[in-house]
């Protein structure tokens, strides 16, 4: 069975940095493209970046220059690194494996101003 885990959120003050990881057990990490995204309170879900099984990467413009999507086959784990967090970046984040559509359970990132 495929599971995706989220680790790494929490409270941070803004300009401040977070590294959030994704581990997905299942043995399929390795041909999937992996995404994240987040969900503000009383607003839709919405893309943040992707990590493609070639590393090619794709950020949605209001991260684009603050964070940073990778992956890590040997341990089938995704990061987004988060640097000049803002609080509109606070938000529930999700990672999702993109061909199969399943997601994880979310962690929450809040930033203070």
């Known amino acids: 069975q495929v599971r995706l885990v989220e680790s790494g959120g929490g409270l941070v003050q803004a300009g401040g940095s977070l590294r959030l990881a994704c581990v997905v057990s299942g043995g399929i990490f390795r041909g999937a493209a992996v995404g994240w995204y987040r969900q503000a309170p009383r607003q839709q879900r919405e893309f943040v970046a992707r990590?493609?099984?070639?590393?090619?990467?794709d950020y949605a413009d209001s991260v684009k220059g603050r964070f940073t999507v990778s992956r890590d086959d040997a341990r089938n784990t995704a990061y987004l690194h988060m640097n000049s967090l803002k609080p509109e970046d606070t938000a529930i984040y999700y990672c999702r494996l993109e061909a199969l559509d399943l997601w994880g359970q979310g962690t929450q990132v809040t930033v203070s101003s």
């Open positions: 990590v493609s099984m070639s590393e090619e990467t």
